[in-house]
């Protein structure tokens, strides 16, 4: 069974703070790892998506990397509007409706 | 550019009354669709998805049940809701082509029940 551990639970940090974000997980083959950030009340908006152990994307003050085993996304300088949470999903290579594993999120918090 | 309604955003409904949560994208053709239940301290549990007009997969058995009457069109239903039914339902879309494209997500219906 597909399993996502994201941690920690949830992180405060000071505006300009740099921090990483774990994402831990167990697949039958990866097709895709994809990130999410979550507003209160809204759905899950797009972030990245990682393929393959040692890809990395960005954009603005994030950046996700991908081993074997786990993804962390790097947050550099944060700012007061990067709060959200944060979801972590992967893709199996197996299963032809694309269903998408998700961990619990990371509640990010920054203070300005 | 392609985009994703869900209504309503908030719902409360008594124990055992019907249900019915609708989605619609725009701007895409034959999309595959999806509908999740997020509750607290939980992450994203897919309920169902389409990958055509009448063509529904379960994922977990439960008491809601979903429709797709057209192309675009995704429904969530339930004939008599639980107070277990309760929490935050999403529905998702997914472009045709390369399976690994990332699913894009309406925001949501809070459903609460009494």
């Known amino acids: 069974e597909d399993q996502v551990t994201q941690s920690p639970e949830a992180l405060r940090l000071q505006e300009g703070e740099s921090s990483s974000l774990n994402c831990s997980y167990t697949?039958?083959?990866?097709?895709?790892l994809f990130w999410y950030r979550q507003d209160p009340g809204k759905g899950p908006e797009f972030l990245f998506t990682?393929?393959?152990a040692g890809e990395e994307k960005e954009k603005e003050r994030l950046k996700a990397t991908l081993t074997k085993k786990e993804s962390f996304l790097h947050i550099t300088a944060p700012k007061p509007e990067d709060s959200a949470t944060y979801l972590c999903?992967?893709?199996?290579?197996?299963?032809?409706?694309?269903?998408?594993?998700f961990g619990k999120g990371i509640t990010l918090s920054v203070r300005p | 550019s392609q985009t994703i309604h869900q209504w309503p955003a908030t719902l409360v409904q008594p124990v055992g009354s019907p249900l019915s949560l609708e989605c619609t994208v725009e701007g895409t053709s034959n999309p595959n669709l999806y509908w999740y239940r997020q509750a607290a301290g939980r992450g994203l549990q897919l309920l169902f998805y389409s990958v055509g007009i009448g063509q529904i997969s379960s994922e977990v058995p439960q008491n809601l049940s979903a429709s797709r009457p057209q192309d675009r069109q995704f429904i969530l239903s339930s004939k008599k809701l639980l107070l277990s039914d309760s929490g935050f339902y999403l529905c998702?879309?997914?472009?045709?082509?390369?399976?690994?494209?990332?699913?894009?997500f309406g925001d949501g219906t809070r459903l609460s029940i009494l």
């Open positions: 697949v039958s083959g990866l097709r895709g």
């Open positions: 998702a879309w997914r472009g045709q082509g390369a399976i690994n494209q990332p699913q894009h």
């Open positions: 990682l393929y393959s």
């Open positions: 999903a992967v893709q199996a290579l197996t299963g032809a409706n694309s269903k998408l594993t």
